[in-house]
Nanobody, 125 residues
Framework: QVQLVESGGGSVKAGGSLRLSCVSA????????MGWFRQAPTKEREGVAAICGDDGLSTYTDSVKGRFTISRDNAKNILYLQMDSLKPEDTAKYYCAASRWLMSPSLRLTDFNFWGKGTQVTVSS
């Protein structure tokens, strides 16, 4: 059973920044496609960003382009999501996910096998 553990969530004012982290003791993040997803109350879970391969090819949903950055620390086996210029509409629970079969970045939930339990991000105006 793969365990993914997110951290770094919190409450910030609009315009602020947070950095989310996702760690796994046994899953080699660098060798697999990884993604960040979020789910706001009463809304469906949506893909935010994903990263694949040694070259770190990534993709983002339109609403976060230019504000969020997904990255990995391969030595520490940690996945990050740097979130800048946060907006109230970014408020959601953020989840880390891993895929065993993806070869290129995807934001589709069904492409990912393993999920963390999430970390809450709240942005106030």
């Amino acid at each position: 059973q793969v365990q993914l553990v997110e951290s770094g969530g919190g409450s910030v004012k609009a315009g602020g920044s947070l950095r989310l982290s996702c760690v796994s003791a046994e899953y080699p993040l660098r060798r697999n496609c990884m993604g960040w997803f979020r789910q706001a109350p009463t809304k469906e879970r949506e893909g935010v960003a994903a990263i694949c391969g040694d070259d770190g090819l990534s993709t983002y949903t339109d609403s976060v382009k230019g504000r969020f950055t997904i990255s990995r620390d391969n030595a520490k086996n940690i996945l990050y999501l740097q979130m800048d210029s946060l907006k109230p509409e970014d408020t959601a629970k953020y989840y880390c996910a891993a895929s065993r079969w993806l070869m290129s970045p995807s934001l589709r939930l069904t492409d990912f096998n393993f999920w963390g339990k999430g970390t809450q991000v709240t942005v106030s105006s």
